[in-house]
């Protein structure tokens, strides 16, 4: 008898939970919840499958291709007409993912941009694009920053300490530097020979 309800039970789960292809998502009005139309069980394409997401993290799954193949995710049917859906993957992307190792974590989609943890606790960012909008300020704490390539600025350039150019071709010379040898500065004067005076005009 114990092993008859078991049985049952086990039917029971079985028939409640299945694995299922999106084939198209919508939102819902006000962009509240992800709706899914989903082929699963033979003959059965629920259109009202309610995706669930974890919290602070949010995706809109890719419909399925000329092949039949899309995102994947694993099914609950509730009530007859209530069928939720786990986080959905999408295997047709994954290699995609920037994850090569065990132990990294990353952020993917399909067009191959990726937000990956690596190991060696090194976080790589790819994309075309970087757009960081911060309505008072950007903070970076770090013993040290460096871009390789160009760099423009649309308003002022502060600095705290000094600023040393061309050091590709073994410039050593600051800007400090520089203003202190033009403030100290003389030379010949062509009326009499003698030295001039330093400059009136300090930089």
Do not use: W
């Not at 694995?19 to 992800?34: D, K, P, Y």
């Not at 989903?38 to 394409?45: L, V, W």
């Not at 990726?114 to 950007?138: D, N, P, S, W, Y």
């Not at 071709?169 to 600051?174: Q, Y």
């Amino acid at each position: 008898m114990f092993e008859d309800i078991l049985n049952r039970l086990s039917r029971r789960v079985e028939n409640m939970l299945f694995r299922a292809v999106i084939r198209r998502c919508r939102l819902t009005e006000g962009s509240g919840a992800m709706i899914a139309q989903a082929s699963g069980r033979a003959g059965e394409t629920p259109d009202d499958v309610l995706i669930m997401h974890h919290y602070g993290f949010d995706q809109y799954p890719l419909p399925v291709d000329a092949n039949g193949r899309g995102a994947e995710m694993l099914a609950l049917q509730l009530e007859r007409n209530l069928v939720v859906g786990l986080p959905p993957m999408d295997r047709r992307h994954r290699s995609k993912s920037g994850v090569s190792v065990p132990g990294e974590v990353g952020l993917y989609d399909d067009q191959g941009q990726t937000f990956t943890f690596k190991r060696g606790e090194e976080a790589v960012l790819t994309t075309k694009v970087l757009r960081v909008v911060a309505t008072e300020k950007i903070i970076f704490e770090t013993p040290e920053g460096e871009f390789t390539q160009n760099v423009k600025i649309g308003g002022n350039l502060e600095v705290a300490q000094d600023i040393t150019d061309q050091t590709n071709d073994g410039n050593t010379r600051t800007v400090a530097g520089m203003r202190s040898v033009h403030n100290g500065h003389n030379h010949p004067e062509n009326d009499n020979g003698g030295p001039t005076g330093s400059p009136n005009q300090e930089m």
